[in-house]
């Protein structure tokens, strides 16, 4: 079982879009629970329900190579003591020079487990199209 420990949820998402980032798979896996019942969801997959099917679906996204960059809007945390869950637009930031845009909606839940918050739950879908650079709109 990994060490690192997370005082917050928010910190644990933060280390989960690093790890993201990184392609890092044991950083990535670090985020996940170890006791607790477990779902990821990749956009446009089926939902996996093991820490060993979340983990190769990741070194299988890490492999797949390309770096990106994550800027997160949108976001809205409901928290008790136990539970938290957050919902985020990802925007992935991809391509050559990083300069291509894709839009997630992710929701994100993590419990407190052993005295550390860990991700239980990752369910990513394609969110809006990213605006256009210059296309005049507000919003």
């Known amino acids: 079982m990994n060490s690192v420990a997370f005082i917050s949820a928010e910190a ?10 990184a392609c890092d798979i044991e950083q990535m896996m670090a985020v996940w629970v170890h006791d607790a ?5 990749h956009p446009g997959s ?15 996204i890490f492999n797949a ?3 990106v960059q994550f ?3 949108e976001q809205k945390v409901m928290e ?3 539970v938290c869950v957050r919902y985020v637009h990802e925007n992935i930031h991809h391509g050559p020079g990083l300069r291509s ?3 997630v909606c992710a929701t994100n839940v993590y419990v407190l ?6 991700m239980c739950l990752h369910h990513a879908s394609p969110g809006p199209a990213a605006p256009k650079a210059g296309d005049g709109r507000l919003h």
Not at 37 to 41: A, E, M, R, S
Not at 46 to 60: K, M, Q, Y
Not at 113 to 118: D, L, M, T, V
């Open 101 to 103: 845009m894709a839009v």
């Open 37 to 41: 019942p477990l779902v990821c969801i």
């Open 12 to 21: 644990c998402e933060d280390a989960f879009y690093a790890a993201f980032a």
């Open 65 to 67: 190579g390309g770096g």
């Open 46 to 60: 089926a939902p996996l329900t093991s820490r060993h099917a979340v983990e190769d679906s990741w070194r299988e």
């Open 113 to 118: 487990e052993n005295g550390s918050w860990r």
């Open 80 to 82: 008790s003591q136990e």
């Open 71 to 73: 800027s997160l809007t």
